[in-house]
C-alpha cells in the first residue's frame, strides 16, 4: 500500500502530477475505441471468412462430385461448426458497452470543481474505464481466437468431405 493512500485527500501540493497525467486522459479513451473497433472488425471478418469458405467449398464439392452427399457428418459437422463461429461472432460483438465519461455526469456533478479536482476525478475515471474497457477488447479478443481455432476445424472438416466425395 502506497503511503499516499493513508493521508487525508489529496491536494494539488500532495499530488502535483495531475495536471501532467490529464493530457493522457482524452488518448486513453482514443486508443482504447480503436483498439475496440479494430477487434470488432476482426470478429466481423472472421464471420465472413467462414461464410465465404463454406460457401466455396459447398460450390467446389458439387462442381466437382456428380452426387455429392450433403447428408455427410463431414459437412453436416462442419456446417455446425460454421454456425457456432457465426454465433460467437455474433455474440461477441453485441456484448459490452464501452466505459465512457459522459457530458451529463459532467453537467450534473462535476461543474462546481476547482480545475484541479476536475482534472484529478477524470484522471481517476478515465483509469476505471480504461480497465473496463481493455477487459471488454480482451474478451472479444479470446472470442475471435475461439472463431479462429472453430474455423480451422471447420475448414479441415471441409476438406475432409471434399476429399471423401472425390
Known amino acids: 500500500m502506497d503511503d499516499r493512500d493513508e493521508q487525508?485527500?489529496?491536494?494539488?501540493?500532495?499530488?502535483?502530477?495531475?495536471?501532467?497525467?490529464?493530457?493522457?486522459?482524452?488518448?486513453?479513451?482514443?486508443?482504447?475505441?480503436?483498439r475496440l473497433d479494430a477487434v470488432n472488425s476482426h470478429l466481423e471478418t472472421l464471420q465472413t471468412f467462414a461464410a465465404s469458405i463454406t460457401l466455396a467449398a459447398t460450390i467446389l464439392a458439387a462442381s466437382v462430385v456428380k452426387d455429392v452427399d450433403f447428408r455427410s457428418p463431414w459437412f453436416l459437422s462442419a456446417l455446425s461448426i460454421f454456425a457456432v463461429v457465426i454465433v460467437i461472432g455474433a455474440v461477441a460483438r453485441a456484448l459490452g458497452t464501452v466505459q465512457l465519461i459522459t457530458p451529463q455526469l459532467l453537467y450534473d456533478q462535476w461543474l462546481d470543481y476547482t480545475e484541479w479536482e476536475f482534472k484529478k476525478n477524470a484522471v481517476y475515471w478515465a483509469a476505471q474505464h480504461f480497465k473496463a474497457n481493455r477487459?471488454?477488447?480482451?474478451?472479444?479478443?479470446?472470442?475471435?481466437?475461439?472463431?479462429?481455432?472453430?474455423?480451422?476445424?471447420?475448414?479441415?472438416?471441409?476438406?475432409?468431405?471434399?476429399?471423401?466425395?472425390?
Not at 11 to 31: N, R
Open 8 to 34: 487525508a485527500e489529496p491536494s494539488e501540493a500532495t499530488w502535483p502530477g495531475v495536471h501532467l497525467a490529464y493530457d493522457f486522459v482524452g488518448p486513453s479513451y482514443a486508443s482504447i475505441l480503436q
Open 135 to 166: 477487459a471488454l477488447v480482451n474478451n472479444k479478443g479470446w472470442a475471435a481466437f475461439g472463431m479462429t481455432v472453430l474455423l480451422l476445424l471447420e475448414m479441415g472438416l471441409l476438406l475432409a468431405w471434399v476429399v471423401t466425395q472425390v
